[in-house]
């Protein structure tokens, strides 16, 4: 059973638009959420997160809102620049205990045209 | 400079031998992982461990063993039980078990 879905395999938006990623979790006991990019044949590098006390965190072009409500949460980048073009994973973890490790979504490939 | 450098990029092996992938970090960090990523397919953890001495299956852990002997190296050995082991391994490190993970560049196996 999936924990962590990304709906969307591919996405592809014009450059200097925003480019929307989302992601949805089942799993209510999720209090920290991660947005890795990744480039093929490369390991993901961490790009944003959010803790479950927060709906809204923003790191210059990239910011990341949580609905906990609704399980969901979603990677909006503004102005998308070509060299955004990368595979998006959403991660989710739990702080419970201290023995909760990521889960990962299967990734948005997200393609931004010049 | 601190990471996580894995070798080789790319590794060949016949059918029914195994194989080990080094993973090792310098960044001081208690936590690591194995993961497996297949076209299409998320990022799926097949061992990680929290301490020295100390590691615990993922979800794909059948064919896969790992040793944590020295904090800065956790190697996994792909075993000839691993029904399908050509795909991209990828290695991890974290402060803790629920902080963010710093990746490795990974390792690509593909077995002939």
């Known amino acids: 059973d999936q924990q962590v879905k990304q709906n969307s395999p591919s996405l592809s938006v014009q450059e200097g638009r925003i480019s929307i990623l989302n992601c949805d979790y089942t799993?209510?006991?999720?209090?920290?959420f991660l947005w890795y990019k990744k480039y093929p044949a490369e390991g993901p590098t961490f790009l944003i997160s959010?803790?479950?006390?927060?709906d809204k965190n923003e790191d210059g072009r990239f910011t990341v809102f949580l609905n906990k409500s609704a399980k969901h949460l979603s990677l909006h980048i503004v102005p998308s620049q070509p060299g955004d073009s990368a595979v998006y994973f959403c991660?989710?973890?739990?702080?419970?205990?201290?023995?909760?490790?990521?889960?990962f979504g299967k990734g948005t490939k997200l393609t931004v045209n010049p | 400079d601190g990471g996580i450098t894995q070798s080789p990029k790319y590794l060949f092996r016949k059918e029914g031998q195994n194989v080990t992938l080094s993973c090792e970090q310098n960044?001081?960090?208690?936590?690591m992982y194995w993961y497996r990523q297949d076209p299409g397919q998320g990022l799926r953890l097949i061992y990680y461990?929290?301490?020295?001495?100390?590691?615990q299956k993922g979800d794909i852990a059948e064919g896969y063993s790992v040793s944590r002997e020295k904090k800065e190296s956790f190697p996994l050995t792909v075993t000839s039980a691993q029904k399908n082991p050509t795909a991209f391994y990828l290695c991890?490190?974290?402060?803790?078990?629920?902080?963010?993970?710093?990746f490795g560049p990974g390792t690509r196996l593909t077995v002939l």
């Open positions: 991890a490190s974290s402060i803790g078990v629920y902080n963010e993970q710093f």
């Open positions: 799993n209510s006991m999720f209090d920290y």
């Open positions: 959010i803790s479950s006390i927060k």
């Open positions: 991660a989710a973890s739990s702080g419970e205990g201290g023995s909760e490790k990521l889960v």
């Open positions: 960044l001081n960090h208690d936590a």
């Open positions: 461990s929290q301490i020295v001495n100390d590691f």
